[in-house]
């Protein structure tokens, strides 16, 4: 058994080594705010069920306690040029599917902002199955294919119980509005009483901080997702195991190689600050016993919803239609409110439909004529 003292300093060094692990990730961050050939990329989602609408000074009502529309959010941010928050439909599938989604959608809209593909991009995710998996790793194998420029793909996640990054710092922003302060703040919660009103916060928040005002923003809902596993599932080499699991690799790096169209060279760390890059031989993992082409993905559909998704829109509907609609009397609900929740359930599609294109956004089409200016201030900040 260990002693109090001996259990102290193992805590002590633990410790110290997070903060190294979470240094390296921040110098990521600096990197992509200083040179225009350098992205860094983060994703991770918002605690369940924290965001769940409506509410009425932070609280849920107590006669649609087990009612609510339930908002999974995931956010994405480009440091130095974008944070991307997505509202997933609840009857969309999660998981790795729904992680590529949002990856290629940040890709698009920092096309559309007039950003080139970088040389060397750093990639943050979550250490969860649905971010951390085998589909992901095929994704960023194929990324080389596609843009010429790219040297370079770092993908990493923080250890377990260390996961604290900036995107959770803007939830606590965003959670801050719509509970309320602590003792001694300034409200008690907003009233978020239909889905426009959570985006209304979600700018607000956006504008709250030093660190994130200054960034350009999107909210978008996400009624879909690609079926990437389906499209990638009979390229993936059966050998490749292990790393796509909670296990002890934290750290992955692809490097081009010469002449095209050879793979990327592929290593692992266990953390950033292990002492080699492995395999100790220098061979590359095989992540893709065939390549299947990015630039065409025609052949990529879109997932399915959860089984009876229709009964669920139903019971989530009918009780929250009949609260706004009791409230306008009283004033608490507006009209307004009313014609947004309507409006939102009529919108949900029937079967899942794709809102964009599936096709990662080829650098070599991207219009610099139309560079949005916040890049150029911003990005030297």
């Known amino acids: 058994m260990y002693q109090k003292a001996e259990m102290k300093n193992i805590m002590v060094k633990h410790m110290a080594f997070m903060a190294g ?48 529309w339930p908002q999974k959010l995931q956010c994405v941010v480009a440091h130095g040029d974008l944070l991307a928050m997505f509202s997933v439909l609840p009857l969309v599938l999660c998981g790795g599917n729904m992680a590529l989604t949002c990856l290629l959608r940040i890709f698009q809209l920092l096309a559309a902002a007039g950003c080139g593909c970088p040389k060397k991009l750093y990639l ?28 370079e793909i770092v993908v990493s996640r923080l250890g377990v119980g260390h996961t604290h990054i900036d995107i959770d710092r803007f939830f606590s922003y965003l959670n801050a509005l719509l509970f309320g302060t602590s003792a001694g703040g ?41 079926d990437w596993k389906g499209f990638l599932g009979d390229h993936f080499y059966k050998g490749f195991t292990g790393y796509g699991s909670a296990g002890a690799v934290h750290v992955m790096k692809y490097h081009r190689q010469t002449p095209y169209p050879a793979p990327p060279h592929v290593s692992y760390k266990y ?24 630039r065409d993905l025609n052949e990529l559909k879109v997932c399915a919803f959860i089984d009876d998704h229709a009964a669920v829109v139903t019971k989530l509907k009918m009780p929250t239609m009949k609260w706004v609609s009791s409230q306008v009397p009283y004033g608490l609900v507006k009209e307004s409110h009313v014609a947004d929740w309507k409006a939102f359930f009529d919108a949900i599609p029937k079967t899942p439909t794709a809102t964009f294109g599936a096709n990662f956004p080829d650098n070599r089409r991207f219009n610099t004529d139309k560079v949005l200016i916040y890049i150029d201030i911003y990005r030297y900040i």
């Not at 390296?24 to 992509?32: C, G, I, L, R």
């Not at 979550?126 to 040297?151: K, Q, R």
């Not at 002492?275 to 992540?287: E, N, V």
């Open 21 to 68: 692990e979470r240094q390296v990730y921040m110098d990521h961050q600096f990197q992509a705010k200083d040179r225009n050939n350098i992205w860094s990329i983060a994703m991770d989602g918002a605690d369940q069920s924290a965001h769940d609408i409506p509410k009425v000074m932070g609280r849920v009502p107590k006669d649609l306690m087990s009612s609510t």
């Open 124 to 151: 943050q995710v979550d250490g969860g199955s649905e971010n951390w998996c085998i589909a992901l790793f095929a994704v960023l194998d194929l990324l080389f294919d596609l843009y010429p420029d790219l040297d």
């Open 186 to 226: 300034s409200h008690s919660g907003a009233s978020v009483l239909c889905p426009t009103d959570f985006e209304a916060l979600f700018n607000t928040a956006m504008k709250s901080k030093k660190d994130t005002k200054k960034l350009d923003h999107v909210y978008e809902q996400l009624n879909f997702t690609y």
């Open 271 to 294: 953390w950033h600050q292990s002492p080699k890059w492995l395999p100790a031989d220098g061979s590359s993992l095989r992540i893709l016993s065939t390549r299947p082409d990015l």
